[in-house]
């Protein structure tokens, strides 16, 4: 059963518009979420944490249980957020789900 | 501090053939993580290692992988014999303890061409 749903494979913005990348996850206990990153070339790496609910490099996430989605937003975005970005699922246990990744590109 | 290293970065081999890849987390990190990339999918959680015991392994196909980390440091992974859709990259991560399973710091990952 898919956990974790990221239904935009690509997602092209300008620089300095909205950005927001689609996560929706299937659990019927209680989620930990996270969103990974990947810049060009490096290894892939812990972006935030919905529990720690920090804004990390302008980016934010709030976990819905209603909706189960934790979409990733930041208002501007920036040339140096072009990426590939996991959304990742701890499913109590020892169970980790990543979804099938967003490529951003920002547009100059 | 080091990063998580793992060795071979690239390895070609024929359907049929045997591979094994290794990793080394980082230093004082119990907690060791294999995973499977396939090709514009997300990565799968093959197996998990607490020190040198295993926690959890439902999702290592156990009739042609195998792993282990029979100190408690570096861990190999093996495929034998390998099939065509074994292609993939294959991620180590390592994090302090199971419970911070959420900060793992993933190594560069060996690309693996099954032919």
């Known amino acids: 059963a898919q956990r974790v749903t990221q239904p935009e494979k690509l997602l092209s913005v300008f620089k300095g518009a909205p950005v927001e990348l689609k996560c929706n996850y299937s659990?019927?206990?209680?989620?930990?979420l996270f969103w990974y990153v990947q810049y060009s070339r490096q290894r892939l790496q812990l972006l935030l944490r919905h529990i720690s609910r920090e804004s990390i490099k302008g980016f934010t996430a709030d976990l819905n249980k209603g909706e189960t989605s934790f979409h990733l937003k930041k208002p501007f975005a920036q040339e140096e957020d072009s990426a590939m970005y996991y959304c990742a699922l701890s499913a109590g246990g020892n169970q980790f789900y990543f979804g099938t990744g967003t490529s951003l590109t920002v547009i100059p | 501090e080091a990063g998580v290293a793992q060795s071979p970065r690239y390895k070609i081999i024929e359907k049929r053939q045997s591979v094994a890849f290794w990793c080394n987390p980082i230093?004082?990190?119990?907690?060791l993580y294999w995973y499977q990339q396939i090709l514009g999918q997300g990565p799968k959680l093959l197996i998990q290692f607490q020190n040198n015991g295993v926690v959890d392994d439902s999702q290592l196909p156990k009739d042609r992988f195998s792993a282990e980390r029979l100190k408690g440091v570096d861990s190999t992974l093996k495929i034998q014999p390998a099939k065509l859709e074994d292609s993939a990259v294959y991620l180590c991560?390592?994090?302090?303890?199971?419970?911070?399973?959420?900060?793992?710091?993933f190594g560069p990952g060996t690309r693996l061409t099954v032919t």
């Open positions: 230093s004082g990190h119990a907690t």
């Open positions: 991560a390592s994090s302090v303890t199971l419970m911070s399973s959420y900060e793992q710091y």
């Open positions: 659990y019927s206990g209680s989620p930990e």
